[in-house]
């Protein structure tokens, strides 16, 4: 199955998202693959029997959130230099969203831009991270603060790469899923309720419906001027929930699970949905073995982390809600006590 990106309303590039088995790649340049142990120790060999090259280089950096910085982008850039990568050279990102984001971004700064391709190996990066271009690292102020939007030319998911995939890092990836069903869909949130996904092809339907549902919002907005920034769902409450937990505590589809949960919070607060849409959400989140509950220390503080999230703007919160299930608002100029209202329904877990 084929998907395209076509960016006709911002600039002149289209490229596909194969869902298939990993075809034959080979380029009459140089390539560096760009990975971590945990990836390449399962699916190297792999790769490299799929791939021809003039020269072929393969960069292994840390695995983990925590390692998701400059510093690691500028041993990629460096490793680039000290194989004499040019402007006809071409990174790939093997792994998950951390390695995707990484590794656009390294292309993005190497001579001013090099191509890339995005090869994802968990659910999480293949129905969401590894689509639409999206780059960067974190600092200490918060997540993907310092990145790019940096298209690849080309997106290969092969859903084999998930059965080596730990239960814990596929929910993870579920939790995408769901954010994308809640803001678009109620007939694929309808299915997920009943979806058997330890079965091959309930996992293949799920990423192909997730990956067109991106590629349709990527279309229209490419650099989230509008309807782009509803795939943030969850993301302003699960930034601020990372960050506090200086993200070794949840893994970012666990935290956006939370950040659905204290979003719709919010969505029940402001008239938009009811307590019942919001249970149903929280079941099949529950049912996917994602975390639904978290403990605020301290409202106030929590309250101001979200002003260090990019989708705040002269000192407005914009928050990404749910209007009932299968739609969506943006809603901004909230007033701070109705938000910490609903914080401190956090302060004993929900």
């Given at each position: 199955?084929?998907?395209?990106?076509?960016?006709?309303?911002?600039?002149?590039?289209?490229?596909?998202?194969?869902?298939?088995?990993?075809p034959k790649?080979?380029?009459?340049?140089?390539?560096?693959?760009?990975?971590?142990?945990?990836?390449?120790?399962?699916?190297?060999?792999?790769?490299?029997?799929?791939?021809?090259?003039?020269?072929?280089?393969?960069?292994?950096?840390?695995?983990?959130?925590?390692?998701?910085?400059?510093?690691?982008?500028?041993?990629?850039?460096?490793?680039?230099?000290?194989?004499?990568?040019?402007?006809?050279?071409?990174?790939?990102?093997?792994?998950?969203?951390?390695?995707?984001?990484?590794?656009?971004?390294?292309?993005?700064?190497?001579?001013?831009?090099?191509?890339?391709?995005?090869?994802?190996?968990?659910?999480?990066?293949?129905?969401?991270?590894?689509?639409?271009?999206?780059?960067?690292?974190?600092?200490?102020?918060?997540?993907?603060?310092?990145?790019?939007?940096?298209?690849?030319?080309?997106?290969?998911?092969?859903?084999?790469?998930?059965e080596t995939?730990?239960?814990?890092?596929?929910?993870?990836?579920?939790?995408?899923?769901?954010?994308?069903?809640?803001?678009?869909?109620?007939?694929?949130?309808?299915?997920?309720?009943?979806?058997?996904?330890?079965?091959?092809?309930?996992?293949?339907?799920?990423?192909?419906?997730?990956?067109?549902?991106?590629?349709?919002?990527?279309?229209?907005?490419?650099?989230?001027a509008g309807?782009?920034?509803?795939?943030?769902?969850?993301?302003?409450?699960?930034?601020?929930?990372?960050?506090?937990?200086?993200?070794?505590?949840?893994?970012?589809?666990?935290?956006?699970?939370?950040?659905?949960?204290?979003?719709?919070?919010?969505?029940?607060?402001?008239?938009?949905?009811?307590?019942?849409?919001?249970?149903?959400?929280?079941?099949?989140?529950?049912?996917?073995?994602?975390?639904?509950?978290?403990?605020?220390?301290?409202?106030?503080?929590?309250?101001?982390?979200?002003?260090?999230?990019?989708?705040?703007?002269?000192?407005?919160?914009?928050?990404?809600?749910?209007?009932?299930?299968?739609?969506?608002?943006?809603?901004?100029?909230?007033?701070?006590?109705?938000?910490?209202?609903?914080?401190?329904?956090?302060?004993?877990?929900?």
């Amino acid at each position: 199955m084929n998907v395209s990106i076509k960016l006709a309303h911002t600039q002149d590039i289209t490229y596909d998202i194969t869902i298939d088995r990993l075809p034959k790649l080979t380029f009459d340049t140089s390539v560096v693959v760009v990975t971590n142990p945990t990836v390449s120790g399962y699916h190297l060999d792999k790769l490299l029997a799929n791939i021809s090259a003039t020269n072929l280089h393969i960069v292994t950096i840390p695995d983990g959130e925590g390692y998701k910085t400059l510093e690691t982008v500028e041993n990629i850039l460096n490793e680039c230099f000290d194989h004499k990568l040019d402007r006809k050279s071409l990174l790939i990102a093997f792994g998950g969203g951390v390695i995707g984001d990484m590794t656009g971004f390294t292309a993005s700064l190497y001579q001013r831009g090099i191509d890339f391709i995005q090869i994802p190996t968990t659910l999480l990066s293949q129905v969401d991270a590894s689509v639409g271009g999206k780059t960067g690292v974190n600092n200490k102020y918060g997540k993907n603060l310092i990145g790019a939007f940096y298209q690849p030319k080309a997106v290969y998911i092969d859903p084999a790469f998930l059965e080596t995939l730990p239960p814990r890092e596929f929910s993870a990836g579920v939790a995408e899923v769901v954010k994308m069903a809640v803001m678009f869909d109620r007939e694929f949130f309808n299915y997920l309720q009943g979806a058997d996904l330890t079965k091959v092809e309930s996992i293949k339907e799920m990423i192909a419906k997730s990956v067109s549902l991106k590629a349709w919002v990527v279309n229209q907005d490419e650099k989230e001027a509008g309807i782009r920034a509803v795939l943030n769902y969850g993301h302003t409450f699960g930034h601020v929930v990372e960050n506090e937990t200086n993200y070794t505590t949840y893994l970012h589809g666990e935290a956006v699970a939370i950040g659905m949960v204290m979003a719709n919070e919010l969505s029940i607060e402001l008239g938009l949905m009811s307590r019942d849409e919001a249970d149903e959400i929280k079941a099949l989140l529950d049912k996917s073995n994602l975390p639904t509950t978290y403990t605020i220390e301290d409202v106030d503080s929590f309250y101001e982390h979200f002003f260090l999230d990019k989708k705040s703007a002269r000192g407005s919160i914009k928050f990404i809600l749910a209007n009932g299930v299968g739609d969506h608002k943006i809603v901004s100029d909230i007033d701070e006590n109705i938000v910490k209202k609903v914080l401190a329904r956090f302060e004993e877990e929900v």
